[in-house]
C-alpha cells in the first residue's frame, strides 16, 4: 500500500501542494474569504474544490511564538469508515492504498461524509448532479506510474510518497534520530486502525486541528456487529413468531371445539 | 387491464372530488404542499445548498433527522399493532390494526418521498439493489424500507380490496396475510434497530452520553414504545376530527403496555451510562446534558408515573397527554442522536436548519394528512366502515 509522510515541520507553508492539486484535478478557484482563525489560512475548511489545505496556526514551540503549518486532506485509512458505510461501494480501498469515489455508483446519501472521523469528504452543494469530492491520492497518476501531484511539487520534501512500510520507517527513524524537533507520534500510524497518511509535526496535534479522540480500533468494525447480528435476528425472531402464532392460533381452535363438544 | 384503467379512473376522480369539498384546515395544508412541493423543485435545478443549510460539517439536517429518523420510529404503529392482533392474539384490538396499518404505509411512503429531496441523486435511489455492500448499514436500512414498504401495501391492500369489491384477491391475500405480518414485525425490528446503528461508525464525533454499542436495541425498544403511543394519539385525533366515538376501552390497554416498554428503555439507558460510567455528563451544565433530561423526564418517567395509574388511563385526556409526552420524548431522541449530540470541529460552519427546510419538511407532513384524511374517509378503514362480513386486517 501506498502512502504519504507529512513532515509539518518541513513545511514552509508556500501551498504549492494546494495549487497543484487544483491544476491536475482540475478544481476551480475559491474566493478568498475572511473568517476570524488563524492568520493567513484561506480557505477556512476542504470543499469541493479543495482536496488538500494547509493550515496556519500561530503556536508557541521551543519557547518563542511560531507559525505551524498542518495539512489536512483524506487520511486514505487502512479501513476506511466511508468505504464500508457507503451502500452502494460508491467509495473504495484500492489495493493501491487510494481511497477511490466512483461517480457513477453514488446516490448522494451522504453518509460517507458523516461516518469519516477527519471530516473529509465534501459534496457539490449547489449542484443538480452533485458529487462527493476528496482527495483521491492522484490515483489517475498512479496509475500510470506517476507520484501525486503535491508529492511532486513540494519544494522542502514535507510530502513524501512511498510504500506505507518503508514511510513508517523513515517517520520512526526521524523521531529516534531528532527527538526534540518533533511531537513524539507519527499520526495515522494507529488512528482508527492506520492510515494510508502519516503526519509528523512540532507542536501538538490538537493544537492543529487533528483529532486526537480517535479510537484505535477501525471504525467499520463498530457497526460489524450490529450487522453480524442481522441473520440471527431473523431466524430467530422468524421462529419465535412463528411458533407463538401457532400455539395462540391452536389454543383458540381448541377452545372454540370444546365449546362446540359442550353444546353436543 | 379495463377493470385496473376503471379503478385508476374512480380513484383520481374521488380523490379531486375530496380535494374539492375539503374543510378550510386541509385546504391550509394543500397549500403548504404547494408551496413545499415548489421549494423541491427549485432544489431539483439548484442543489440541496440552496434551499438548506447543509453543509460539509453537517451533512444530514433536519430531513434526516425528523423525515427519516422519526418518521420511521412514528410509523412503528404499524407491526406493533399488527403483532398485537394477529400473532398475539390480541384479536379485540383489532379495530385498531388497519388505522394503525395506514398510518405506518403512509409514514413510509413519506420517509421514501422525504429520501428523493435528501438524496443528492435520487435518480439512482435503487442503487443498492443491485450494488451490494453487505457492510453498510445504509445498505441494510435502503432494504429495510424498500421491503417493508411492499409488506406494508400487502398489509393495507384488504381495505383497498374491499373497496372495490375485489372478492378473489381479497381472499388471496387472506392466505398470505399471517407470513406477511410476521415478515412484517422482522423487517421493522432490522429496520428500527439499523437506524441506530447508522451511529455506531461516529464513536467520536457523538457525544457520548447518546453514543454506545446497544444504540440499536434502544431505538428498537423506544420505537416499540412510540409505536404504542402513536396508536393512542393518532385514535384520539382521529376521534376528534371525524366525530367518532373515542375506542378508549381499547385504547387504555395500550396505555397498560407502554410503561413495561419504557421501564425497559429506561433500565437500559441508565444502565448503559453506568456501565460506560459517563453518568457524570449528565451534570455538566450544558445544551447537551439538559437535551437528554428532557428526554429522561418527560420522554420517560413522567408517562411511567402517569400510565401506570388506573384512573388516569381510562381518561382519555389523559392517556393522550401521556402519549404525547412518549412521542415527544423518542423524537427529541432522534435529534439527540442525529443532530444536537454532534460534535464538530471548530473551525466548522455550525448548523440550524434554513426556513426552506422546515418548509420542506412541513410540506411532507401536510402530505400525509391530506391523504389520511382522504382515505379514512373513502376506504373501509375504521371499524364501522370496516366490511360487516369479514374480519377487519
Not at chain 2, 374539492?20 to 442543489?47: D, E, N, W
Not at chain 2, 429531496?117 to 457492510?135: A, E, F, N, T
Not at chain 2, 435502503?142 to 414498504?149: D, I, N
Request: hydrophobic share 50%; proline share 5%.
Amino acid at each position: 500500500m501506498k502512502g504519504f509522510l507529512i513532515d509539518n515541520s518541513k513545511c514552509i507553508g508556500c501551498r504549492a501542494c494546494m495549487v497543484a492539486c487544483k491544476q491536475w484535478n482540475n478544481l476551480t478557484a475559491s474566493k478568498p474569504v475572511f473568517f476570524s482563525g488563524p492568520g493567513y489560512q484561506n480557505p477556512r475548511d476542504l470543499d469541493a474544490n479543495n482536496f488538500t489545505l494547509i493550515t496556519y496556526n500561530e503556536l508557541e514551540t521551543g519557547g518563542r511564538m511560531n507559525w505551524v503549518f498542518g495539512n489536512r486532506r483524506c487520511m486514505h485509512c487502512n479501513d476506511p469508515g466511508c468505504a464500508s458505510a457507503c451502500p452502494v461501494k460508491a467509495l473504495e480501498k484500492t489495493p493501491e492504498g487510494a481511497v477511490y469515489w466512483n461517480a457513477w455508483k453514488c446516490i448522494g446519501c451522504r453518509y460517507c461524509m458523516f461516518a469519516c472521523p477527519y471530516h473529509i469528504p465534501t459534496f457539490e452543494w449547489r449542484s443538480a448532479n452533485p458529487e462527493i469530492r476528496k482527495c483521491t491520492m492522484c490515483y489517475d497518476r498512479m496509475k500510470v506510474g506517476m507520484v501525486p501531484s503535491c508529492a511532486k511539487v513540494c519544494p522542502t520534501g514535507a510530502i513524501l510518497f512511498g510504500e506505507r512500510a518503508d514511510l513508517v520507517a523513515e517517520a520512526e527513524s526521524r523521531l529516534r534520530n531528532n527527538p526534540s524537533a518533533y511531537v513524539h507520534q507519527i499520526y495515522g500510524k494507529d488512528e482508527v486502525g492506520g492510515t494510508c497518511v502519516l503526519i509528523l509535526s512540532e507542536a501538538p496535534f490538537d493544537q492543529l486541528g487533528y483529532p486526537t479522540d480517535l479510537p484505535k480500533r477501525s471504525l467499520p468494525s463498530y457497526t460489524a456487529q450490529a450487522m453480524e447480528a442481522i441473520p440471527g435476528v431473523v431466524v430467530g425472531l422468524g421462529l419465535v413468531l412463528g411458533i407463538t402464532y401457532k400455539l395462540i392460533n391452536r389454543r383458540g381452535e381448541v377452545a372454540a371445539a370444546g365449546e362446540k363438544g359442550g353444546r353436543a | 387491464m379495463n377493470q385496473l384503467k376503471a379503478i385508476v379512473i374512480a380513484l383520481v376522480r374521488e380523490f379531486i372530488q375530496f380535494l374539492r369539498t375539503s374543510s378550510v384546515f386541509l385546504r391550509i395544508m394543500m397549500l403548504i404542499f404547494v408551496a413545499g412541493f415548489a421549494t423541491i423543485l427549485y432544489r431539483y435545478l439548484f442543489g440541496i445548498g440552496a434551499i438548506s443549510n447543509l453543509n460539509d460539517a453537517y451533512p444530514w439536517g433536519l430531513w434526516i433527522s425528523f423525515d427519516v429518523l422519526c418518521g420511521v420510529a412514528l410509523a412503528a404503529g404499524g407491526f406493533t399493532t399488527a403483532g398485537a392482533v394477529h400473532i398475539f392474539g390480541g384479536k379485540k384490538y383489532e379495530p385498531l390494526a388497519r388505522p394503525a396499518i395506514l398510518t405506518a404505509f403512509l409514514g413510509y411512503l413519506l420517509v421514501i418521498g422525504a429520501l428523493w429531496v435528501d438524496l443528492g441523486r435520487p435518480w439512482k435511489i435503487w442503487h443498492p439493489m443491485v450494488l451490494w455492500q453487505p457492510h453498510s448499514v445504509m445498505f441494510e436500512v435502503g432494504w429495510c424500507v424498500m421491503l417493508y414498504t411492499i409488506v406494508l401495501a400487502i398489509e393495507f391492500s384488504p381495505a383497498f380490496f374491499e373497496k372495490f369489491g375485489l372478492e378473489k384477491a381479497r381472499n388471496a391475500v387472506r392466505s398470505f396475510y399471517v407470513p406477511g405480518v410476521i415478515a412484517g414485525m422482522i423487517l421493522s425490528t432490522l429496520h428500527q434497530s439499523s437506524l441506530g446503528s447508522l451511529f455506531l461508525i461516529v464513536p467520536h464525533k457523538l457525544s457520548p452520553i447518546w453514543w454506545t454499542p446497544i444504540l440499536p436495541l434502544m431505538f428498537f425498544v423506544s420505537a416499540v414504545a412510540v409505536g404504542l403511543a402513536m396508536v393512542i394519539f393518532e385514535s384520539t385525533i382521529a376521534a376528534k376530527a371525524f366525530k367518532r366515538e373515542s375506542e378508549i376501552h381499547l385504547l387504555k390497554d395500550f396505555g397498560r403496555a407502554i410503561p413495561w416498554v419504557l421501564m425497559v428503555y429506561l433500565v437500559m439507558k441508565i444502565g448503559d451510562l453506568v456501565a460506560r460510567q459517563q453518568v457524570m455528563l449528565l451534570f455538566e451544565m450544558n445544551g447537551m446534558a439538559v437535551a437528554f433530561w428532557i428526554e429522561l423526564l418527560v420522554g420517560i418517567l413522567l408517562p411511567i408515573a402517569i400510565l401506570t395509574q388506573r384512573d388516569a388511563r381510562e381518561d382519555g385526556r389523559i392517556l393522550f397527554g401521556a402519549a404525547s409526552c412518549v412521542i415527544l420524548g423518542v423524537v427529541l431522541n432522534r435529534f439527540n442522536v442525529s443532530m444536537i449530540g454532534m460534535r464538530s470541529q471548530a473551525w466548522q460552519t455550525p448548523y440550524f436548519p434554513h426556513l426552506l427546510e422546515f418548509l420542506v419538511t412541513a410540506c411532507v407532513i401536510a402530505a400525509g394528512i391530506i391523504i389520511y384524511a382522504y382515505v379514512v374517509k373513502h376506504f373501509p378503514i375504521w371499524h364501522e366502515a370496516a366490511h360487516s362480513g369479514h374480519s377487519a386486517e
